[in-house]
């Protein structure tokens, strides 16, 4: 069984009723598929962007900001860094730099020993909240449910899953109970329950069951809401009038100098790889504002 149209790049929340345990589910298909559109990434570097990404939408959904939630690996392994980043409104992108003589197939050898950073950006009060955390465990998802554990004292168990169609993630967190004291037993229970359900579910069933199969299994007989799916598209922040930018501050003879040893200038984003190219009628344009006579401002 594939989820339908309405289960793709959506992140839905979930609560079990009367007790405190919530939960954000993730499903990432045409958006994933342009993040790394004008990118070619080794498989398991591929897997592990897509697992970060919806991760990165994870932690953004659990929470109330407006800005952007950044996810930062950094490692001395293959992958030397790798970045993916959410908005409040759920616009992702993301980028991997890896060493593709030493990439392998398990994630030690891709990420071990090195350090996650996850950094909240406001845009109200332009405030930045950041914690830091090793990565280890064997997986992202791990390292992830030990920045929850130390950063945010929040019992979590957190599923990722990436392939060449999509990227999946389901979260599930026991919340404090009321006054900040340790949840009744019933809640605990269930979020073993719960806990143990999710470890046991496939990767297959996470990228292509529907929502509501998964959370039956690891709900089952539990008064479940729910919500409403918030849309998740990916969006880099280029644009080729920026890029026009740059090569104008780079000055007109050294662009003239670019283009005349390689035919036209190309100028590639960095965070999503696509590129920008620039012949000599674009560069003509580009410059022709700032030396046409007559182009003074009017008042």
Known sequence: MTGGPTDRDVVRRFVVENQ??????????????????????????????????AAAVLLASTLKFEGSLTLELKSDAAVRLLVAQCTHDFRIRGVARFDAQRVAADFDSLAGGGYMTVTVDTEETGARYQGIVAVDGGSLSASLEHYFASSEQLPTCLRLVADEHGASGLLIQRMPGEGGHDAPREAQQTWERA??????????????????????????????????????????????????????????????????EQGAVTVTCEFCSKPYRFDSIDVEQLFAAATAPGSDRLN
């Open 195 to 260: 806990h143990d359900a999710l470890l046991g579910l496939e990767p297959a069933a996470l990228l292509y069951e529907p929502p509501e199969t998964l959370l039956r299994q690891c709900f089952a007989g539990l008064d479940l809401r729910l919500f409403a799916g918030q849309p998740v598209e990916f969006r880099c922040r280029c644009d080729r009038p920026r890029v026009q930018t740059i090569l104008r501050s780079l000055g007109e003879s050294e662009v003239r100098e670019l283009l005349a």
């Open 20 to 53: 405190a345990v919530r939960g954000e589910f993730v499903r990432l298909d045409a958006a994933w598929g342009a993040l790394r559109e004008h990118a070619d990434y080794p498989e398991p570097v591929r897997e592990l962007l897509g697992e970060a990404t």
